[in-house]
């Protein structure tokens, strides 16, 4: 009896994984309506100056992102999230530090508009009171994709490693998908710079993981600009 218990047991946690899993692949798969496709976090403006041109100036960017960047930052904060979770007050800390934590209005926009999307629809098709509770307690003020996805990853049961890995790779793959649109690239090209971010997203992740709140800080003056300048370009694409 011990031993058919035990096989069930692990039955059951294997389903759960799976489960899981499939949500992890949903939340961060492009078609999630989230409209992630609509910015590109400065990138237009380095495109427009000559900054970024090719493969490699393109996979430089968003190596900057995510290692020193806007993606650093939210890399730290879904740590954080994620791991308080269970406690509404040490939780709508960190989501108010990453909704403000923005140098430029329209990287606040890109993060905002993300995160309240992404936030009613999966309180619709994957609903969790943790969700309804959080967003009757943050009313209409802003949230941060990060944080939203923290959140829900946290509430339906998502490792920690596996969310934000699977976090980090979608924030380069949007931005590789609008390099290559905006320089252009071939799709060759753009699986190439995917795949050579790839390799560094997990060593990000595991950094990210270890970082305390008060150590967190950017250092990509030249992104923040790039943001800057993009409001005012006289053609645009992306909304920043």
Do not use: C, K
């Not at 936030?119 to 959080?134: I, K, S």
């Amino acid at each position: 009896m011990r031993t058919i218990m035990i096989m069930i047991t692990i039955i059951i946690i294997i389903m759960l994984t799976d489960v899981a899993f499939h949500r992890l692949l949903a939340w961060t798969s492009p078609a999630y309506p989230v409209g992630a496709f609509t910015y590109s976090h400065g990138l237009e403006t380095a495109v427009d100056d000559g900054r970024v041109t090719d493969l490699d100036t393109l996979a430089d960017y968003v190596d900057a992102v995510l290692t020193r960047g806007g993606g650093w930052a939210d890399a730290v904060l879904f740590a954080h999230g994620w791991r308080a979770a269970g406690d509404a007050g040490r939780f709508d800390a960190v989501a108010e530090l990453a909704a403000a934590f923005r140098a430029s209005g329209e990287t606040a926009l890109e993060s905002h508009q993300q995160g309240r999307s992404f936030l009613t629809v999966t309180r619709r098709a994957w609903p969790h009171p943790a969700l309804d509770d959080f967003a009757r307690r943050n009313g209409d003020r802003p949230i941060a994709h990060a944080a939203a996805l923290a959140l829900a990853t946290a509430a339906h049961g998502v490792p920690l490693a596996a969310a934000l890995n699977a976090y980090l790779h979608g924030t380069a793959a949007n931005l590789i998908s609008a390099g290559v649109r905006l320089v252009p690239l071939g799709q060759t090209d753009g699986q190439i710079a995917t795949a050579r971010l790839a390799g560094r997203i997990e060593a990000i992740a595991e950094r990210a993981m270890a970082t305390p709140l008060d150590d967190l800080g950017t250092a990509a003056p030249l992104l923040e600009l790039a943001s800057l300048h993009h409001e005012t370009l006289y053609t645009r694409l992306f909304r920043s």
